[in-house]
């Protein structure tokens, strides 16, 4: 029987915000497509959470979708068969190229678009204003050879994400647990984490405090020495010991990292709101702007951990970062719930 479903992710997040959507929705018959990066720890980390997805009942189609020259028309010829038949698709990134392009192939009346994290945030202020689909942190207008040669799908993409208008047969839907704003016609389903809290912990809790790490320097967001400071003087500051290293972090990076601030790096296998869920974690939490100050306090509820953000001063950013980018990460800060605010110079017990 061909599935109801076809998921594409490209993250371990995307793939665990599949899982959390099934279980929200009780969806069955779903098919998750990986489009494998190339990236050795985003690999590592997804094959982990595809054997956590076949674990939960699910099929899971590993497609190498950049390995080689000939391998995104190898893909793309293999999985459309299938994206014709399919009643619904679930996406992750609707930013990814790849992703737009498999859209225009799909004749699926329900789309649905899974977090991605704070681009998720983006994606939806840049859908309501009717503007092409542009990841935040990119800088200049987007007017290169590839992205003139690509603009016909990436339209024929946002056209797909933009719900049809009253009485017509498209649906598009949105599981989040971002605050976005609510857009005519789009159905929002809040990604409160029941599946992790299900299968994972609670964790035990250490008297440390831990430091979750950040890509804003591999991004050229953010300054890498600013950046390095800036963990020195945390991790002094709170008694941090631990820094959860994210995924596209580089090792030239942490190993500097390490050296200078005597912190621990962890490299992490999971997630991290299924290491923190997993445990041990520390009973205070620091982090710059990003996804997790708004996934861990829901995936840590009732734990009695607690969550602090510390603000990206102006004064980090590259003079490559976009015009956006320090409204982008303020507003990241300011509609986070149940977060701490940090300063510098006052810290805060873990106790």
């Known amino acids: 029987m061909e599935c109801d479903t076809l998921a594409f992710v490209e993250s371990p997040v995307q793939l665990l915000n599949v899982l959390e959507w099934a279980h929200a929705e009780q969806a069955a018959a779903v098919t998750v497509v990986v489009l494998s990066p190339q990236d050795p720890m985003t690999r590592g980390q997804l094959r982990r959470m595809a054997e956590l997805a076949r674990e939960e009942g699910f099929s899971v189609r590993w497609e190498e979708a950049r390995g080689g020259a000939g391998a995104p028309l190898r893909t793309i010829g293999g999985l459309a068969p299938r994206l014709r038949r399919t009643r619904r698709v679930v996406i992750g990134d609707p930013f990814s190229r790849y992703v737009q392009l498999l859209l225009t192939l799909t004749r699926a009346r329900d789309l649905v678009v899974v977090d991605d994290g704070t681009a998720t945030m983006e994606f939806v202020a840049q859908l309501a204003r009717g503007e092409r689909l542009v990841r935040w942190h990119r800088n200049g207008g987007g007017g290169g050879a590839r992205d003139l040669l690509f603009a016909p799908f990436s339209a024929t993409a946002r056209r797909r994400l933009t719900p049809a208008r009253e009485g017509g047969s498209r649906t598009v839907g949105l599981f989040s647990s971002m605050p976005v704003q609510a857009l005519p016609g789009v159905r929002?389903?809040?990604?409160?984490?029941?599946?992790?809290?299900?299968?994972?912990?609670?964790?035990?809790?250490?008297?440390?405090?831990?430091?979750?790490?950040?890509?804003?320097?591999?991004?050229?967001?953010?300054?890498?020495?600013?950046?390095?400071?800036?963990?020195?003087?945390?991790?002094?500051?709170?008694?941090a010991t631990r820094y959860f290293a994210h995924r596209r972090e580089s090792v030239h990076k942490l190993h500097r990292l390490a050296t200078e601030t005597g912190l621990e790096v962890v490299r992490p296998d999971l997630p991290l709101e299924l290491i923190a869920r997993r445990g041990p974690v520390g009973r205070l939490v620091?982090?710059?702007?990003?996804?997790?100050?708004?996934?861990?306090?829901?995936?840590?509820?009732?734990?009695?951990?607690?969550?602090?953000?510390?603000?990206?001063?102006?004064?980090?950013?590259?003079?490559?970062?976009s015009p956006r980018a320090q409204?982008?990460?303020?507003?990241?800060?300011?509609?986070?719930?149940?977060?701490?605010?940090?300063?510098?110079?006052?810290?805060?017990?873990?106790?």
Do not use: Q
């Open 188 to 239: 929002v389903t809040r990604n409160e984490f029941a599946w992790t809290r299900r299968r994972f912990g609670p964790p035990r809790l250490t008297r440390g405090t831990d430091i979750v790490g950040t890509s804003l320097v591999e991004t050229g967001v953010v300054d890498p020495d600013r950046y390095l400071d800036a963990v020195r003087s945390l991790a002094r500051t709170h008694g």
């Open 286 to 321: 620091l982090s710059f702007p990003s996804t997790v100050v708004h996934t861990l306090p829901l995936a840590l509820v009732g734990t009695g951990v607690r969550v602090a953000v510390c603000d990206v001063d102006p004064g980090w950013l590259t003079s490559k970062a």
């Open 327 to 351: 409204g982008f990460l303020s507003g990241v800060t300011d509609t986070a719930r149940d977060v701490h605010r940090l300063s510098f110079d006052a810290p805060m017990t873990a106790g």
